[in-house]
């Protein structure tokens, strides 16, 4: 029988001045950690932490939920705890007395998520507050949560319906939320960035404000859930739509053309009836702000709610991570045709037609032994050369076109793509294919922007956006700007492949400690995209690059592990021991975000031995002269590096050079900002908020 969901040992009541709200949610967790549901009280805690700084989760009534999905958290768990006096936790009228912690398992199912979603709607009603209130002991408090969540009465998990508001009659409805001498008819779709609580809390508010106002109101919840659609007929038949959400609306095309008000899931909660009012005030208004055929507002730009260089880094990154796939399979399989077994290094000038004239069905048992001029090891080292060859050749135009995406969605697809084939074709390289795809993203969220008829509503993302925006981008690239790219990337190509000696050591240096810096954050994948880029050149000086940036990328998680599980284990907590365990595969796999946990525990400590071992890596890597086919990997695509041996001498030395720093500065540096003993790791429950 599965644990149930909240206990009266989860439960504190009438605790007395408990400090701030942080002091609140790390009781908690240290709760849930108590009871065995968590195995990290401060784990739990910072995951929480960190949702409320994203946007504090106190709501009217005296309400607060702060919340998380935590790696840390084993069951999902309600931890509640009623405070006298309350605490602030940023509502609009004061502070909250009912505090529920929801801890869900990072990887929790879709019936657990459904469980703490409904004690988020109970929350909305003022007869489950007020029974929690007037609660005598935790006995109390645990049946009127069981009660509202269901609990021992499992039903299978389902994804959220739309909830719908009936409109009221004539004599009820405000004559201002009326259109055309009838209840007006919106839809709504709300959601959260952990979508448990405010998602379902703003469908909720959202659908009550609907029946008072008489206005036929139909919301989209879409929870962790999942998400059940409006059927197209309601939407098409709205006459505005609200969006209330923090994350991206998931199928956004769907509400394409109609009048829109965006707002945060938290004014969902709030302010129900101001969003409805704008929702009718916008369906009135010939300029107000429309959904696009690609998904967004009219009067908005691309993801409005990020600054200007926030959303140019998602927009690169985005083509970013779509090109890289191409790369990995291409060079792979290139590298792989280059194993002695098969065709060897000379492959790549010599292989001739081998892989295209010989099919398998044309091959006789005679044939298969005595083709020209190495046999079959070298027909099938032929065979991955195309291949690879084949999808390195997609690598500008899928870079060009996914960032197309970022700015367009879909309708963007298409222009970028043959942006990036335009700028391939100009030799403008990567950096081509880069402005290429920015330009066909704009244009074709230009061309988007004005609302159009119905009937042409439909020809607008498949037809009339990516003509018009393939049109612009791939022009302006052949006419005007594709033979000065081209020339730039002539002049940095020439300047990588010239550059040998100290100054080759000194690129090593800076792409080791860009590596280094954020364990995967932007400066980190700056320094990626250039290395994975740059192999579209297939040159000396991109493999590189390539190498540098790996073995560098490695550095952290390994000088991690070797300091924790090896050199000073008791200098480091039982849950980093564990982590270092960890770690040990990751960096050897070139995942860098293993050395997170050691980052965010003690920054100014850790991140400086990064920087040094890495700079150290990047540098023999360099001065090595290694050479990576690969673009990810790690140690385990040892055949697509070449020489092996400098790759692990640099990867030796950057790994020695942090595990060393790190410990020599843990010993003797100042104080390290987390507690050094795993018994000190879990912090009391403060006695106001114990049972």
Known sequence: MSLKTITPALVSLDAGAV??????????AARVVAEGRADDTDAL??????????????????????????????????????????????????????????AAPADAAEAHLAVLSKLARSLMTEEFTAGLRAAKSPEDVVALVDEAIGEGEPKPAAAAEPVTAA????????????????????????????????????????????????????????????????????IDDADAVIFANDVDVREEARFAGKPVVRSTVKRGIE??????????????????????????????????????????????????????PFVAGGGLLIAISFLPFLGGYGIALAHGSSGMNNAVYTLTHYAIWNLPPE???YYLGAIAFEIGSVSLGFLVPALSGYIAFAIADRPGIAPGFVAGAIAVFMNAGFLGGLIGGLLAG????????????????????VVIIPLGASIIASGLMLLILGAPIAWLMT???????????????????????????????????????????????????????????????????????????VLYRRGFTQVERENGAAAWLLGLSFISEGAIPFAAADPLRVIPANLAGGAVAGALAM????????????????????PVWGFLVALAAGTLVTAVLVVGLKRFAAPRVAKPAPAEAEQPVPATVAA
């Open 45 to 102: 805690y910072r995951d929480a932490w960190a949702r409320e700084q994203k946007d504090e989760t106190g709501l009217p009534g005296g309400i607060a939920i702060p919340h998380a999905k935590s790696p840390s958290v084993t069951v999902p768990t309600l931890a509640f705890a009623r405070l006298q006096p309350g605490v602030d936790f940023g509502a609009p009228d004061g502070p909250a007395d009912l505090v529920f912690l929801i």
């Open 442 to 461: 704009y244009a074709a969220w230009l061309i988007g922007r004005p609302a159009v008829p119905r009937w042409l509503r439909g020809l607008m993302p």
């Open 375 to 377: 046999g079959l090891g």
């Open 491 to 565: 002049q940095l190509t020439a300047f990588l492949n010239g550059l040998s000696g100290a100054g080759a050591i000194f690129l090593g240096v800076i792409l080791g400690l860009m590596m280094c810096f954020d364990l995967g954050g932007p400066v980190n994948k700056v320094a990626y995209a250039f290395a994975v880029a740059g192999l579209a050149a297939q040159t000396d000086a991109s493999f590189h690059i390539m190498a540098a940036v790996m073995v560098a990328g490695m550095v952290p998680p390994l000088g991690m592990a070797l300091a924790s599980t």
């Open 623 to 642: 001065a090595f002269g290694v050479g990576s086919r690969a673009p990810h990997g790690g140690i385990f695509v040892f055949f697509a590096i070449d």
């Open 19 to 28: 400090g701030d709200k942080s002091d609140v949610i790390r009781a908690l």
């Open 167 to 234: 409109a009221s009659g004539p004599a009820d409805a405000d004559a201002a939320l009326r259109i055309d001498g009838r209840p007006a008819r919106i839809v709504a779709v709300t959601s959260c960035a952990t979508g448990i609580a405010h998602t379902f809390m703003a469908a909720d508010a959202l659908t009550a404000a609907g029946t008072k106002n008489g206005v036929a109101l139909t919301v989209e919840p879409q929870g962790s859930s999942g998400y059940q659609a409006i059927p197209q007929s309601i």
């Open 271 to 324: 302010q129900p009836d101001q969003l409805i009012a704008e929702a009718v005030a916008v369906a009135g208004d010939p300029n107000g702000a429309r959904v696009t055929a690609s998904g967004s507002a009219s009067t908005a730009s691309p993801a409005a709610t990020l600054s200007w260089g926030a959303n140019l880094k998602r927009i690169l990154l985005t083509g970013v991570s779509y090109m890289i």
